[in-house]
């Protein structure tokens, strides 16, 4: 099984809808970063979340982490067709130390217009 | 704003050839990392790197490859003696600092296509 699972894998909603994706993670977070890649591009950094509670927010986008659930949800409001991409949730399991991050398998979001 | 810069954009070789992936992270960051992501799977941490040398390394991340910090500014990553399964996207990342506190900020990556 995957450490980090992402769901839905893939998401089709009309523009100017809410959406919501999730990440949930099988061992103890100690971060989980949200970012969105583009098709063959980079990894844009969207959020990082370090603490049980902690919510933050940026333009329309909304990224929660539920400690209990190991559980970050990332919620995008009145989607527009620049939201479009995937976002991967990565997971820091190091506890502080400069190493790698673990990734989910991403989400694809489609906006339709 | 600063950003992560890889070169070349696109890279073709021979199975069996060397290939070296640059990158110049961010100029006050300390830490680099390169990942990889073979088509439609997720993105793979291969190696961190801080203060010249190796901070830690996946199972990926074997004899064949090796990381060099040549200068002040490029941070590489050589492939010795490519396979076919060596085809994938290779990111750089690049972070201030150490800790749980600090994103890592990618390039835009360089894909690699072995024959």
């Known amino acids: 099984s995957q450490e980090l699972e992402q769901s839905p894998q893939s998401l089709i909603v009309q523009e100017g809808k809410n959406l919501t994706i999730n990440c949930t993670s099988s061992?103890?977070?100690?971060?989980l970063y949200w970012y969105k890649q583009k098709y063959g591009e980079g990894l844009i950094f969207l959020m990082m979340l370090q603490k049980g509670g902690e919510e933050k927010s940026h333009e329309k986008i909304t990224a929660k982490l539920d400690e209990k659930k190991q559980q970050s949800s990332l919620h995008i409001t009145a989607s527009q067709p620049s939201h479009a991409g995937i976002y991967l949730c990565?997971?820091?399991?190091?506890?502080?130390?400069?190493?790698?991050?673990?990734f989910g398998k991403g989400t694809h979001l489609i906006i339709q217009p | 704003e600063p950003e992560v810069t890889q070169t070349p954009s696109h890279q073709v070789t021979q199975m069996g050839q060397e290939v070296i992936l640059r990158c110049v992270p961010i100029s006050n960051h300390l830490y680099f990392y390169w990942y990889r992501q073979i088509l439609g799977q997720k993105v793979e941490f291969l190696v961190s790197f801080y203060n010249n040398e190796i901070s830690e390394k996946s199972e990926i991340f074997d004899d064949q490859f090796s990381v060099e910090r040549p200068d002040g500014s490029n941070f590489t990553l050589k492939i010795r003696s490519t396979k076919l399964e060596d085809s994938a996207m290779y990111f750089c990342?690049?972070?201030?600092?150490?800790?749980?506190?600090?994103?890592?900020?990618f390039g835009d990556g360089t894909r690699l296509s072995i024959l």
């Open positions: 990342a690049s972070s201030p600092d150490r800790g749980r506190w600090q994103p890592q900020h």
């Open positions: 990565g997971a820091d399991y190091s506890g502080g130390g400069a190493d790698g991050l673990t």
């Open positions: 061992k103890t977070l100690y971060g």
